[in-house]
């Protein structure tokens, strides 16, 4: 059998007897102790799981292939045709992966699937002890509405927006508006589904800690460049433009978590210095329809409160670039700015915002709360550079440093966590 025929019998084997042995459950060995089903699993699966050490342990049937590989770990093929295998400890929180099965990248179908790295791939979450303010409560939650609309240029496009608890109750009540973006290789659906945005909030708000609001999360335009094709290292064929970070939360080669994401732990600094606007030059339209479409459709579709003092933005990765480059723009327009995990963009003390980070006690003023936040395993450029700069400056800001963790949304669940709470307080 010719290799490109193998490979397509592998990935449909992978998908049509894995499935048939779901089915089967008397045939299925019993589950390692101390391990549960991954939270992200499809409904009925038992497959991948997770220990207290937080190892994954992989078993799939794909009789067909020769050698499958998921996050850094070659798995081994038994006589039965399933493969199996447990990864090395994974930083908690919630990571993209892919299988290659025999150099093919595929989505694994017994996870979720969500779309990063430029296309659907699979999703597992890793629990992080003791850490469960994204977890679902029974406390009042909130919706997440989906909101087609027309541009001025005739263009159709989606936003997702978070609805607080209580919304439909008052008629009358308005509301300040958070506007949230995703990162490289993402889109609106990022921040919902693997941020858990609104259970974030709905939590926060049922202990009084964050005032109730409106999110926006629309699609920021930043995914074309990143491939479709899924390399074998998890990622889009192709990657990102050259010289531009990897994708939010995207996998080293083989597969295995990226340690460090943009500028990571030895990470050489980027073009301009670090954090300085001198990264990849991207041409990031969006900076201009999020003021021109985004926000008039917001406010003339739902309740907001249409003043600079009652809206905020923020954003991950390549998202927090385009939140400096918007709030620097339409300071006119927002008086809470939020960066989490941006790898270029911050445009120093000396030009910043118009002079006014020169200003601090004027900046103030204006900027009610300047958020800087990063995960301890990133490149200080990251975040921990900016803080220091701004530190140095007398610039008043919040700096917050995610322990242990990486380039990826256990970072910046976090980072909303600490930044919701501080927003629109009187």
Known sequence: MHRPARILLATFSLLITHAGWAQSPAAAPAFPEGTIAASTNVVGQDWPRVDAER????????????????????????????????????????????????????????????????????????PEAGVNFYEIRNVPHGQIRTQW?????????????????????????????????????EDRRAWPNQGRTNFILDNLIAEGRAVPMIIVMEDGGITPGMGGGGAPGGRGAGGPPRGAPPAAGAAAPGGAPRAGGPGGPGGAGRAGGPGRAGGPALDMPFTKQLVNDVIPMVDANFRTIAKRESRAIAGLSLGGTQTYQISQANL?????????????????????????????????KQVKVFYISMGSKEGATTGRSIHEELEKAGVKHTYFEAPGTAHEFQTWRKSLYGFAPLLFRK
């Open 332 to 364: 006119d327009k927002f008086a809470y700015i939020g960066i989490f995990s941006a790898p270029f963009g911050f445009p120093g003390v000396e030009t910043g915002y118009n002079g006014l980070l020169k200003k601090p006690d004027e900046f103030a």
């Open 55 to 126: 190892r994954v342990y992989f078993r799939i049937r794909a009789p067909e292939a020769q050698k499958i590989r998921v996050l850094g770990t070659d798995l081994v093929k038994g006589e039965d045709g399933f493969f199996t295998g447990t990864t090395a400890p994974q930083d908690p929180g919630f990571h993209y992966y892919q299988l290659t099965v025999d150099g093919l990248a595929v989505a694994d179908p017994n996870s979720e699937s969500f779309f990063g790295s430029g296309n659907v791939r699979s999703g597992i979450e890793i």
């Open 149 to 185: 609309y027309h541009t001025a240029g005739g263009e159709v496009r989606q936003a997702y927006v978070y609805t607080p608890p209580g919304y439909d109750a008052n008629p009358r009540k308005r509301y300040p508006v958070l506007y949230l973006q995703h990162g490289m290789g």
